[in-house]
């Protein structure tokens, strides 16, 4: 049973940071993909931050180049994103998501392609 849990989530002021961690368990040896996606109120879910879990190779949702950062410890089974300089329209609930195939770099942005979910955390960002 995979099962996967984000914190750090918070209220943060414009131009703060925050660093998010999603814990992995389970089969964990089977991910190929991990990624951070996030979804505001009103609005489709979209991928922020994608690393392949062996590979080394990472993708990042223009808005968010240079910003934040995604990176894992393997022996936790753990992956983050480091937010910095936080903007309002990074409000949002941030989603941990996990899938165990490799595939194609076009399909990594699309939530369908992933097979394990978060509950998700909170991300609030205002003065």
């Known amino acids: 049973q995979v099962q996967l849990v984000e914190s750090g989530g918070g209220l943060v002021q414009p131009g703060g940071s925050l660093r998010l961690s999603c814990a992995a368990s389970?089969?964990?040896?089977?991910?190929?993909?991990m990624a951070w996606f996030r979804q505001a109120p009103g609005k489709e879910r979209e991928s922020v931050a994608i690393?392949?879990?062996?590979?080394?190779?990472?993708y990042y949702r223009g808005s968010v180049k240079g910003r934040f950062t995604i990176s894992r410890d393997a022996a936790k089974s753990t992956v983050y994103l480091q937010m910095n300089s936080l903007q309002p329209e990074d409000t949002a609930v941030y989603y941990c998501?996990?899938?165990?195939?490799?595939?194609?770099?076009?399909?990594?942005?699309?939530?369908?392609?992933?097979?394990?979910w978060g509950q998700g955390t909170q991300v609030t960002v205002s003065s």
């Open positions: 998501a996990a899938r165990s195939g490799r595939i194609v770099v076009s399909a990594l942005h699309s939530p369908t392609s992933y097979d394990y």
């Open positions: 690393s392949s879990w062996n590979r080394g190779n990472e």
């Open positions: 389970g089969t964990t040896s089977s991910f190929y993909h």
